[in-house]
Every structure is written in C-alpha cells, then in structure tokens.
C-alpha cells in the first residue's frame, strides 16, 4: 500500500469507498545517490644517490564529505562515518557496500639500492559511529558506539639481482593488529569486526617471484 508515500500515491486510483480501482505501474527512479569527496595522491622522491640509493613516499587517499543516499520512500541517508541513522535503523549504504569511512588512505615509503627494494606501507581509515547497544538500567539503547581509528603496516622487500627475475618477501599486517569490535547489525557472516577491512589471518608473511622471458 504505497498510498502514504507522496512519490507513489498518485499511481494508485481509489474509489469513494477507499478501495483500489487502479495501479499504475510504470518505470520510476525510485531513490539516488549524492556524494561528494576529495581525492589525495601526493608522490616525493629524493635524487638517486651513489651511496644510498633512492627514497621515495606516496600518499593516496580519500576525504568523503558528502554520502547521501534516498530511499525509495523519500528518506534521506546521510551514511558518511556511521552505520545507522539518527532513528537507529541500518543504513543502506552500509548494507550494501560496507562503511562510508570519512578519511582512508595508503602512505607507502620506498628505498631502492642496487638490485634491493625496501616498501612500507601504512593502511589508514578514520573512526565512525557503529550501532547503539542497549543499556541494560535504561533498557533502550544509547548513543552509537565510538569505533576508533585502525591502520596496519606491510612490508616488502624485493631482489633483482639475477636477470629477468624478481623475488618479493613480505609481511601483511607487520605487527599484527587486532581489527576494533564492531556491532555490525548482521551485515556479514563473520561477527565482532568488519572483514571488509581486516584480513583475519592477521599477520601473514608471503613469497613471490616472477620471470620475464
């Protein structure tokens, strides 16, 4: 029964006596989707030197000032930096993409002397608000629960020294951090972190080499 619905109210035809005589049905953008942000990626490099090789660092992140998503009913969902709106209820955007994080960024230091390459690289994201949990003197819920902010740190090293080849050996999640506790409302199979961001194998070493012919 969409007749409290204003977008869809004047598709449906009543009769004096409230029932329906008509439907119309027919395409309609039914919700959308504003977003605005800014985009970061900023790159130095210090002049290769004889004695100590080439520095380098790269940042490479995003600023979301703006999510706002409308719902088919007409409700607008401002989403950036939480999980539910201001009634308690899930947001959409959430459910269907994961977190509208406010702040999110890569900052990658480089070295490369001779035939060795040295990376680390930080994994940033800012705090937002999760779910309200419930109080259990006030038997309602609360204010939102804080989520703080999370990084990791990887790191590589590489070898070129044979020809045509490259060997990589490096660490995910360096000093394996634990991913902040989170309600999460269901959205995903695993329970107490979000694995649209953390890898639950923590810290994960690895071995690579590739071959050019």
């Known amino acids: 029964d ?7 109210g ?4 009543r009769d004096s006596a409230g029932n329906i005589t008509q439907i119309t049905s027919t395409n309609l953008n039914a919700g959308g989707l504003k977003t605005a942000g800014i985009d970061l990626d900023a790159r130095w490099t210090i002049a290769k030197t004889a004695n100590y090789g080439t520095f380098g660092a790269r940042l490479n992140g995003t600023y979301v000032t703006k999510y706002d998503m409308t719902l088919p009913d007409g ?3 401002q ?4 999980t539910v709106d201001e009634t308690g209820s899930p947001l959409n955007a959430v459910a269907n993409g994961g977190i509208i994080l406010r702040w999110k960024h890569q900052l990658a230091f480089d070295w490369k002397y001779q035939n060795w390459g040295v990376n ?17 003197d006030l038997e309602k819920s609360v204010t939102p629960v804080r989520v703080g902010a999370f990084s990791t740190w990887d790191s590589q090293v590489s070898y070129t020294g044979v020809k045509n080849l490259t060997v990589r050996v ?23 972190y979000d ?3 953390y890898d639950a194998h923590g810290a994960t070493g690895y071995v690579s080499a590739s071959y050019k012919f």
């Open 10 to 13: 004047a598709l449906v035809q």
């Open 79 to 82: 989403s950036v930096a939480r």
């Open 2 to 8: 969409h007749e409290g619905i204003p977008a869809y």
């Open 195 to 197: 694995p649209t961001y």
């Open 120 to 136: 680390l690289t930080q994994n940033f994201q800012s705090g937002y608000h999760d779910a309200t949990r419930a109080d259990e």
């Open 170 to 192: 490096g660490v995910k999640n360096l000093f394996n951090r634990q991913p902040p506790e989170i309600i999460g409302l269901g959205n995903y199979f695993q329970a107490g």
């Open 75 to 77: 409700t607008v969902q």
